[in-house]
């Protein structure tokens, strides 16, 4: 597959503490609670590597790391100081904190 460049428009969502999301749209087969560590990690791979594909295939669409990557760089999970900062900040064209 190739690359499509895409306006992704982003919003968040607060809810409430115990919430849990339903798959009822056909859009999405379940959702998995993953703590931040488990995110950071996961969207860190390299997708072109085969056995990275093979290991997280199915976790994160590519749009969808696009998404988790603006969130956490807004929200501060991820830091200026990580190594690769500067670049992912250049291909999400945004750097704004909330």
Do not use: H
């Amino acid at each position: 597959g190739g690359y499509k460049r895409d306006v992704l428009y982003c919003y968040d969502l607060e809810i409430p503490r115990g919430f849990v999301p339903k798959p009822v749209d056909g859009e999405v087969e379940e959702f998995i609670m993953m703590d931040i560590e488990s995110v950071k990690e996961a969207i860190a791979r390299d997708p072109m590597d085969v056995k990275v594909r093979e290991e997280w295939s199915g976790v994160f669409k590519g749009n969808c790391v696009a998404v988790i990557a603006d969130f956490m760089i807004r929200r501060g999970f991820i830091k200026e100081d990580e190594e690769g900062f500067d670049d992912l900040v250049k291909q999400l064209g945004t750097k704004e904190k909330v």
